[in-house]
């Protein structure tokens, strides 16, 4: 059989089959049609490892694999979710009649074809032709991407749609989840509605809903989502997204039983288990946390699409469960997770953390002290994100409740409290991590209570025609409290009055330069947001 493109000499392919003579039948199909470097793969997760460690440009999956918890489509939804498969590569997904309608729904994700079993060397060859046909297509706009150029790539799909050239909805695709990333959802929703009006397809459905969350239209992208679901029941993707807009509503029980059907559809999904034990940590039962967490480390704790936050809350679990060995355990794999990334002050946080546990569990108190003053020293660091703050007062907490002595720990719940408790979500996520202790509880409502007075007192300065009173009141605040709200605020009045402000543009700066290094800002327990548009991520998922 002659090649079925001139290029396809030059791919690099995976077949994954859990079956030796099915695998050697699509090998062997494939050298038909010209592609000679194969790898094959016989387990799910042996193709994760692969796949996690160098691209390839044509992959072959089977659906059903016997005797393990996850399946091609788990496989390939978390490499879409951690953005680990390039928009060059063609996917192709094979089932069985059994599995039909659980495919057909993955190619909503990151799936170029997909065949029913059984098929013919014919059918697999056409469905590659046109899905590598579809992406030569589309190779200016993915070249720009690759390039980083994404604003010129989004452009580009927005003539390719208005013009419906070559692949022009594949186009406006990409076009729309690059608006989202860059910032500009009302540019997505556009691409998105138009989308909507060549045809009803659920994926331009759930754009619409995240662009409308990305605006602030909380309400409207829930409604969206609320129509969506019903129409599509078993739309993972969706209660990703509706889990993250019940969270910024403050109905985190909701949010939670969305994330936990979206970890329930997908089970064999490492970054679901981890979103799903993150949230149960959190708002559930340390019973629901426990397990998730457990699966999610068994899944993939050596996986890059693994969330290592997911291992300090499971350390946490295991020492509320006095599980010495299974702390032990934590605690070594992380150790070893930071061998590649000495460097990483996310990571070394998350060791120091556990490390903490450990010598607390190990009654080695004076370590313990130690590793907390060590985080506590580091809360007014511009590289202190909120997920350190959780993690930091989970610690303070279990140190509290074994009765040791920490210097003033009320002051330092405080300093933390009033940098990070910037909205009414963060305040209750950080009310949550230093659960049962009624003191920090107090401490950090008393804190977002001030952070909001303060923000109101500006407003109403602003609106009696003292703009520039209430700038210099929030920079002063913000430089003492590092408080993102206020920073934003007063950014925003310098922007909106800058006429009515003596001395407006060295107030700019300093408001510039607090955000530059403060403005880590929402809920942050990571629930899905795409940072790199140049993977299938981007084709239509967060």
């Not at 129509?227 to 739309?235: A, T």
């Amino acid at each position: 059989m002659r090649p079925l493109d001139p290029d396809i000499g030059k791919s690099k392919a995976l077949v994954v089959d859990g079956n030796a003579a099915s695998r050697a039948v699509l090998t062997a199909m494939l050298h038909e049609f010209g592609v000679t470097n194969v790898t094959q793969a016989r387990r799910a997760q042996d193709a994760r490892r692969l796949l996690e460690a160098q691209p390839f440009d044509i992959v072959i999956c089977e659906y059903h694999f016997d005797d393990e918890p996850v399946n091609g489509q788990d496989i390939m939804d978390d490499l879409r979710l951690a953005h680990l498969l390039p928009l060059s590569t063609v996917v192709v997904m094979i089932s069985s009649e059994a599995g039909y309608a659980k495919v057909a729904e993955a190619a909503e994700a990151a799936l170029d074809a997909y065949l029913l079993k059984p098929h013919t060397q014919d059918a697999l060859g056409q469905r590659l032709l046109q899905a590598r046909q579809r992406k030569e297509m589309l190779k200016d706009i993915i070249t720009l991407v690759e390039k980083g150029d994404y604003a010129e790539a989004a452009e580009l799909c927005e003539i390719r749609f208005k013009t419906r050239g070559p692949a022009w909805i594949q186009a406006a695709r990409i076009g729309a989840e690059l608006w989202l990333w860059l910032g500009k959802p009302h540019a997505a929703q556009l691409l998105f509605d138009a989308i909507l009006q060549a045809g009803a397809v659920p994926w331009a459905r759930l754009g619409v809903a995240r662009a409308q969350y990305d605006t602030g239209g909380h309400v409207q992208a829930r409604r969206t989502l609320e129509s969506l679901l019903n129409e599509q029941p078993s739309y993972a993707d969706a209660y990703d997204v509706m889990g993250r807009v019940l969270l910024d509503q403050g109905l985190p029980d909701m949010a939670l039983a969305a994330i936990r059907q979206a970890a329930s559809l997908t089970p064999g999904s490492v970054s679901r288990s981890v979103k799903h034990g993150l949230l149960a940590f959190y708002y559930g039962e340390p019973k629901e946390a426990a397990e998730a967490l457990a699966k999610a480390a068994k899944l993939g704790l050596n996986s890059r699409i693994y969330d290592l936050q997911g291992l300090v809350l499971l350390a946490a679990v295991q020492f509320d469960l006095n599980d010495k060995r299974g702390l032990a355990g934590s605690f070594s794999s992380m150790v070893a997770a930071r061998v590649p990334r000495p460097d990483s002050p996310r990571l070394r946080r998350f060791e120091t953390v556990i490390s903490a546990l450990k010598a607390l569990i190990e009654r080695r108190v004076p370590d313990a002290v130690r590793d907390a003053h060590t985080l506590i020293d580091e809360v007014t660091s511009p590289n202190f994100e909120f997920e350190a703050a959780c993690n930091l007062l989970a610690l303070l907490a279990r140190l509290q409740r074994s009765e040791l002595q920490l210097g003033d720990i009320v002051h330092d719940v405080d300093v933390l409290a009033r940098r990070f408790a910037v909205s009414r979500t963060t305040c209750e996520l950080l009310v949550r991590a230093a659960r049962s202790q009624a003191p920090f509880e107090t401490v950090i409502h008393t804190a977002y209570a001030r952070i909001c007075a303060g923000a109101e007192e500006a407003v109403s300065r602003t609106v009696n025609g003292a703009p520039g009173e209430a700038v210099q009141q929030l920079l002063q605040a913000a430089e003492q409290t590092l408080n993102s709200k206020l920073i934003d605020l007063a950014l925003h009045t310098l922007e909106r009055h800058s006429a009515k402000i003596d001395a407006s543009a060295t107030h700019l700066e300093r408001a510039r330069k607090l955000h530059s290094q403060y403005r880590g800002y929402g809920t942050q327990v990571h629930l899905g947001k795409s940072n790199d548009p140049g993977s299938t991520s981007s084709m239509g998922k967060t």
